[in-house]
C-alpha cells in the first residue's frame, strides 16, 4: 500500500492528472477540494454566510459526505445522499470552498475522513495541505504549479466547453484572490512540502504532465 499526495494553487490542473494517474495505477483517487466545496454548498443552501466560522461550523453534524467511484460515472460526490457533484463546480463555489478551508473545524472534520481513506487503500489523494498535513508520510509528494496566467486560461477553456459566461479577467481574479486566501490561512495553508517535488506544468500539456508525474512516481513506488 503507498499513497501518493498532490498539492498545489487553484486550476494547476491536480485533479485532472490525478483522475488519469490513478486509473492507469488502479488506484483510488480522492479529491479533498470536493469535500471542501460540498461544505461550502451546503452553507449556501442554508443560507450561512461561508465566512461564518461558528456559523459554518455549527452545520457541520447535519453533513454527511461520501466520496464514490464506478467506471460508467467516474468520480461521484454525495451530500447527505444528494448527488452534488455538478452543482460544486458552478464557479461560485471555489471560493465559498476557500472560506469554508479556513475555519479550523471544518479542517478537523475533513481530516479524519482523508486519513481513514488513505488508511484503507493506496489512494492519489490531491488538495492543498496532503503532502504537509493530511498523509505526512506519504510515499511520494508532488507540487503541481503553474502560473496564474495559465491556470486561469484552462479554467476559462474548460467553463466556456460548460457553457458558462465567466470571462478570463474574471476568472484570473478568482484564482488570485483564492490562491492568495490560500496560502494565508493560519491552519494547513497551501504550501510545497520541504520533501515535495516541485512540478510547473506553465509550458507543458496535458499528455506530458502525466508522464512527468509517473516518472516521478515510478522513481520512489
Ligand atoms: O482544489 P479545489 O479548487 O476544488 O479546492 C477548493 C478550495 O478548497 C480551495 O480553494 C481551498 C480548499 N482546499 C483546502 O483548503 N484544502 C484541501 N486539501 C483542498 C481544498
Same mark, same amino acid.
Given at each position: 500500500?503507498?499513497?501518493?499526495?498532490?498539492?498545489?494553487?487553484?486550476?494547476?490542473?491536480?485533479?485532472?492528472?490525478?483522475?488519469?494517474?490513478?486509473?492507469?495505477?488502479?488506484?483510488?483517487?480522492?479529491?479533498?477540494?470536493?469535500?471542501?466545496?460540498?461544505?461550502?454548498?451546503?452553507?449556501?443552501?442554508?443560507?450561512?454566510?461561508?465566512?461564518?466560522?461558528?456559523?459554518?461550523?455549527?452545520?457541520?453534524? !447535519?453533513?454527511? /459526505?461520501?466520496? #464514490? $467511484?464506478? @467506471?460508467? *460515472?467516474?468520480?461521484? =460526490?454525495?451530500?447527505?445522499?444528494? &448527488?452534488?457533484?455538478?452543482?460544486?463546480?458552478?464557479?461560485?463555489?471555489?471560493?465559498?470552498?476557500?472560506?469554508?478551508?479556513?475555519?479550523?473545524?471544518?479542517?478537523?472534520?475533513?481530516?479524519?475522513?482523508?486519513?481513514?481513506?488513505?488508511?484503507?487503500?493506496?489512494?492519489?489523494?490531491?488538495?492543498?495541505?496532503?503532502?504537509?498535513?493530511?498523509?505526512?508520510?506519504?510515499?511520494?509528494?508532488?507540487?503541481?504549479?503553474?502560473?496564474?496566467?495559465?491556470?486561469?486560461?484552462?479554467?476559462?477553456?474548460?467553463?466556456? !466547453?460548460?457553457? /458558462?459566461?465567466? #470571462? $478570463?479577467? @474574471?476568472? *484570473?481574479?478568482?484564482? =488570485?484572490?483564492?490562491?492568495?486566501? &490560500?496560502?494565508?490561512?493560519?491552519?494547513?495553508?497551501?504550501?510545497?512540502?520541504?520533501?515535495?517535488?516541485?512540478?510547473?506544468?506553465?509550458?507543458?500539456?496535458?499528455?506530458?504532465?502525466?508522464?512527468?508525474?509517473?516518472?516521478?512516481?515510478?522513481?520512489?513506488?
Amino acid at each position: 500500500m503507498f499513497a501518493i499526495a498532490i498539492d498545489g494553487p487553484a486550476g494547476a490542473g491536480k485533479s485532472t492528472i490525478a483522475r488519469k494517474v490513478a486509473a492507469e495505477l488502479s488506484i483510488i483517487y480522492v479529491d479533498t477540494g470536493a469535500m471542501y466545496r460540498a461544505i461550502g454548498a451546503y452553507a449556501i443552501r442554508q443560507g450561512v454566510d461561508t465566512k461564518n466560522a461558528p456559523a459554518v461550523a455549527a452545520l457541520l453534524p !447535519e453533513i454527511s /459526505l461520501e466520496l #464514490t $467511484y464506478s @467506471e460508467e *460515472l467516474g468520480q461521484r =460526490i454525495f451530500l447527505n445522499g444528494e &448527488d452534488v457533484s455538478s452543482e460544486i463546480r458552478l464557479p461560485e463555489m471555489g471560493m465559498a470552498a476557500s472560506n469554508v478551508s479556513a475555519i479550523p473545524e471544518v479542517r478537523a472534520f475533513l481530516l479524519e475522513q482523508q486519513r481513514g481513506m488513505a488508511k484503507r487503500q493506496s489512494v492519489i489523494m490531491d488538495g492543498r495541505d496532503i503532502g504537509t498535513v493530511v498523509l505526512p508520510d506519504a510515499e511520494v509528494k508532488i507540487f503541481l504549479t503553474a502560473s496564474a496566467e495559465e491556470r486561469a486560461r484552462r479554467r476559462w477553456k474548460e467553463f466556456s !466547453e460548460k457553457g /458558462l459566461p465567466d #470571462t $478570463y479577467e @474574471e476568472i *484570473l481574479a478568482d484564482v =488570485i484572490r483564492r490562491d492568495e486566501q &490560500d496560502m494565508n490561512r493560519p491552519i494547513a495553508p497551501l504550501k510545497q512540502a520541504d520533501d515535495a517535488i516541485l512540478l510547473d506544468s506553465t509550458a507543458l500539456n496535458f499528455a506530458e504532465t502525466v508522464e512527468k508525474v509517473k516518472e516521478i512516481i515510478k522513481e520512489r513506488v
